[in-house]
């Protein structure tokens, strides 16, 4: 028996999309300066919330866990043929990931945390040990920040995982609904605070795993019935992928916009997603698989 969709998730995951193309439109096409940890809640979101949606939809379900780890990592590996031919590379650049290198980066960690939840289930089955587990993930990342050693792959495959205890866990979409307005202000400060932080690194980085709790609680109390939010982020992979394809053709032949040209190809942009959304949505779960 499937479980009703959870809005405020779809929602979500619309707004993450909405900041990926945002980012990849002004990275590809303008040459404004500024500061990519302002977009890190994006990525970070976008595997936090997998790891959500596993635990919440997928937990048990073995076959359906492989097929999107599988789906993931293909599409990671037939995106990534060109860089696999044209630029050297060492199979540990591979393992602990390097965004100057592969494209579609962020496909590889989660087709990583999608095997992994499979033995998570099988070991961790408290909340208690969840917990635990989580801060000592958590302090081996931070330990590694001060011992200048960085895995894009292994922070993003943490992030994922405390996703998934979340989502196991508790219901964050019944929190949010319990949310009062004197709390409120306090959810609005999380999500603005890490903005004013110049570099997320070590502990703060926990910071922004904050901010994107944060800024689901506010979509969850304010545009849970987005409609718009709601279709792009009920196909939020499939877009994620074919926006990023089509953003990198098109800056082979066109490299630079103003900013009014930025402004109008932005919504455009936006639309143009929400329109494929809508004429492909199924009423489907779980919906990440697609």
Known sequence: MQRERITS???????????????????????????????????LGFMLFLGVIIGKFLDGKTKKIIILALKLLGIFLILNIPNFI????TPAQLMIGN????????????????????????????RKTALILS???????????????????????????????????????????????????IIIFMSLAPFFIINYTGILEILIISQVLAMYFIIAKIFSKNNFLIILGTHSLSLYVLHIVIIKIISLFYKTASIPALI?????????????????QKKELPNISR
Not at 140 to 167: A, D, E, M, Q
């Open 99 to 126: 965004n100057q290198i592969f494209s579609f980066e962020i496909l590889l960690p989660m087709s990583v945390l999608s095997f992994l939840s499979l033995g998570l289930n099988k070991f961790v089955k408290t």
């Open 135 to 185: 801060i000592i993930l958590l302090a081996i990342l931070t330990y590694l920040y001060t011992i200048n050693i960085y895995s894009y792959n292994l922070s993003f495959i943490i992030y994922g995982i405390i996703g998934y205890f979340l989502g196991k866990n508790l219901d964050i979409d019944d929190i949010s609904k319990k949310i009062s307005n004197k709390i409120f202000p």
């Open 86 to 89: 044209l630029k050297n590379y």
């Open 264 to 280: 109008i190809l932005i919504p455009i942009s936006l639309f143009a997603c929400f329109i494929i959304a809508k004429f492909t």
């Open 9 to 43: 998730y779809d929602a979500f995951r619309g707004l993450l999309l909405v900041g990926m193309v945002i980012f990849h439109i002004v990275v590809n096409f303008s040459n404004i300066a500024f500061d990519q940890n302002f977009f890190y809640w994006v990525p």
